[in-house]
């Protein structure tokens, strides 16, 4: 079946470390996004991706990188400039054009000690 | 400006009460996609419904129904008889374009058996 591959699910690591949160595709979608949720706060766009080799910053890109070597992956690495990074991790895909909607993975929740 | 408003943070209800859950937002562009998704605890976002800003219809699944008023900016969402098991969190976006799926801060829906 189809769908969005997100690890681990858990994830500690120290404070100025950082950490690359895996997600992975088979749906052969072209556009893949990443957002974060805290809670009250629904959930905000770091990165977005329509294309291989190809991204954008979203709402809160501070802190964070990504890459886009092959349209199946889009790994999020959360960098040690990221002030705050304790939080629920979605990425998201979609297939492109309006009336598609996104499809997410089920999530990593990135502790920092 | 694009904007998702989720007036209520949390809602609690015994088992077989309808409730009523509100979404209202903005935005300037009369191209547009309203979604309703729900987060059980495991945490992946799950898709219940998308509408098109041209379609005003109210549309019913099951025991769940959708109100949509372009008058009022509102999407509201009902849950009709509700069960143990529709306790989530559920989130109202708005898509203006790929790039853009703006997201509420979330309504916690606590059913009590």
């Known amino acids: 079946d189809g769908g969005i591959t997100q690890s681990p699910k858990y994830l500690f690591r120290k404070e100025g470390q950082n950490v690359t949160l895996s997600c992975e595709q088979n749906l052969n979608h072209d556009a893949m996004y990443w957002y974060r949720q805290d809670p009250g706060q629904g959930l905000r766009l770091i990165y977005y991706s329509q294309i291989v080799n190809d991204f954008q910053k979203g709402d809160i890109a501070e802190g964070y990188s990504v890459s886009r070597e092959k349209k199946e992956s889009f790994p999020l690495t959360v960098t040690s400039a990221q002030k705050n990074p304790t939080a629920f991790y979605l990425c998201?895909?979609?297939?492109?054009?309006?009336?598609?909607?996104?499809?997410f993975g089920s999530g990593t929740r990135l502790t920092v000690v | 400006a694009q904007k998702v408003t989720q007036a209520q943070t949390e809602i609690s209800v015994v088992e077989k009460e309808d409730v009523t859950l509100d979404c209202v937002y903005e935005?300037?562009?009369?191209?547009?996609?309203l979604f309703w998704y729900k987060q059980p605890p495991s945490g992946e976002l799950v898709f219940l419904i998308r509408r098109n800003s041209f379609d005003e219809q109210n549309e019913i699944s099951g025991r769940y129904s959708w109100n949509f008023q372009k008058s009022t900016s509102s999407f509201n969402f009902t849950i009709t008889a509700s069960q143990v098991v529709d306790s989530a969190v559920y989130f109202c976006?708005?898509?203006?374009?790929?790039?853009?799926?703006?997201f509420g801060a979330g309504t916690r829906l606590t059913v009590k058996p």
């Open positions: 976006a708005l898509l203006r374009n790929n790039n853009d799926m703006r």
């Open positions: 935005t300037r562009d009369t191209t547009y996609y």
């Open positions: 998201a895909t979609s297939r492109g054009g309006l009336n598609y909607g996104y499809t």
